[in-house]
């Protein structure tokens, strides 16, 4: 399957984006990415180990903690901390990762194509979702 086809069957298939590496801070496209998804009609469940709200929502400190089925893990974090990122994806039962613009990484890339998860690497959601005019399911 393209890359182009992973990214459409994952934004017509999620409804629902966690995504790990959320910033707080408004001038970062860790949450400037995570906002507009929310406007366009997206749940969000922000993962960083030090806020407590981002983009209005509870913040949980890691995918291990959030209390319900995660499915789409979106991430802002370096590619080095990618591998680690999807093995905990893996492990909490996630079947997307999505490495934001700018991040790859080939081991990460193995970890969860192996676990059967969708995966896609170094895209931007907000392009994506703008290229495709793909919003969330009512």
């Given at each position: 399957m393209s890359t182009?086809?992973?990214?459409?069957?994952?934004?017509?298939?999620?409804?629902?984006?966690?995504?790990?590496?959320?910033?707080?801070?408004?001038?970062?496209?860790?949450?400037?990415?995570?906002?507009?998804?929310?406007?366009?009609?997206w749940r969000i469940i922000p993962v960083n180990p030090t806020a407590d709200e981002i983009v209005g929502e509870?913040?949980?400190?890691?995918?291990?903690?959030i209390p319900e089925q995660v499915g789409l893990v979106d991430v802002f974090r370096p590619?080095?901390?990618?591998?680690?990122?999807a093995r905990q994806a893996v492990a909490a039962g996630a079947t997307a990762l999505w490495l934001q613009?700018?991040?790859?990484?080939?081991?990460?890339?193995?970890?969860?194509?192996?676990?059967?998860?969708?995966y896609v690497e170094d895209r931007c959601l907000i392009i994506e979702q703008?290229?495709?005019?793909?919003?969330?399911?009512a």
């Open positions: 182009d086809a992973v990214v459409e069957e994952i934004l017509r298939t999620y409804d629902t984006i966690t995504v790990v590496g959320a910033s707080a801070n408004p001038a970062k496209a860790a949450n400037e990415v995570p906002a507009h998804m929310q406007h366009l009609g509870k913040v949980y400190r890691t995918l291990a903690d590619s080095a901390d990618t591998p680690e990122i613009l700018g991040i790859s990484s080939p081991e990460a890339r193995e970890i969860a194509e192996s676990a059967g998860l969708l703008r290229r495709t005019g793909i919003t969330p399911s």
